[in-house]
């Protein structure tokens, strides 16, 4: 079974500073890895997708995400942060042999101090 | 092109009844997938259809149901709801090769 764990069910920062959101995940094989965002009363929105090309992926918004397959973690960046950056983000993992079921985890708030 | 549409947004119904939501996916796209979400579970993921055709499900007690139209709009149906089926009900759509899904607003259900 996939297993995702996101460190840290709350983040804070202030405006400016770096954000560091954490994921890893369990899997025998090369996974898909993507990261949502979900601001309140939304659905999730894609920010990167992760699927075996370029370790270092970037995304929507200045965030990026490097794959570490040693370490299984697919960490979330972003130099500098936001107030428009405030919001729930999702690790997900996807198989091929698990057609259309994305594995999440429990997600990170970030918060962003003025 | 528009993006995934979920009707309604919001329903409140009572414990018992039944209800139905619906969701239209991205033009092209075939692949439909229905997710709960929680304060206390967080995202679980209920079934997933591609051409009309149920390919996975998820743990979920048999009172909850999908279907995938031709047109590749999907309606997911609670039977006999219970106070614990209130949650935030997610649809996405993907294409076949490609792996990200892409999301709709959801539709908040209350059971009271």
């Known amino acids: 079974a996939q297993s995702v764990t996101q460190l840290g069910s709350h983040v804070s920062v202030s405006e400016g500073a770096l954000v560091l959101l954490r994921c890893n995940y369990s899997?025998?094989?090369?996974?898909?890895l993507f990261w949502y965002v979900q601001y309140p009363n939304q659905g999730l929105q894609l920010l990167l997708k992760?699927?075996?090309?370029?370790?270092l992926v970037k995304g929507i918004n200045g965030f990026e995400a490097e794959f570490k397959k040693s370490e299984t973690s697919f960490h979330l960046t972003k130099p500098s942060a936001h107030m428009s950056d405030a919001a729930e983000y999702f690790c997900?993992?996807?198989?091929?042999?698990?057609?259309?079921?994305?594995?999440f985890g429990r997600g990170t708030q970030l918060t962003v101090w003025p | 092109k528009a993006g995934v549409t979920q009707t309604p947004r919001y329903l409140i119904k009572t414990r018992g009844q039944q209800v139905t939501l619906s969701c239209s996916p991205i033009?092209?796209?075939?692949?439909v997938s229905w997710y709960q979400q929680t304060p206390g579970q967080g995202l679980q993921f209920l079934f997933e259809?591609?051409?009309?055709?149920?390919?996975n499900k998820g743990n979920f007690p048999g009172r909850f149901s999908g279907r995938q139209f031709s047109n590749s709009r999907s309606e997911m149906n609670v039977s006999t709801l219970e106070l614990g089926d209130s949650a935030l009900y997610l649809c996405?759509?993907?294409?076949?090769?490609?792996?990200?899904?892409?999301f709709g607003p959801g539709t908040r259900l209350t059971v009271t």
């Open positions: 996405a759509s993907s294409l076949e090769t490609i792996r990200e899904q892409y």
């Open positions: 899997s025998s094989v090369p996974p898909y």
């Open positions: 992760y699927t075996s090309a370029a370790t």
């Open positions: 997900a993992v996807g198989r091929g042999s698990t057609l259309g079921r994305l594995y």
């Open positions: 033009s092209g796209h075939r692949s």
């Open positions: 259809y591609f051409s009309e055709t149920q390919r």
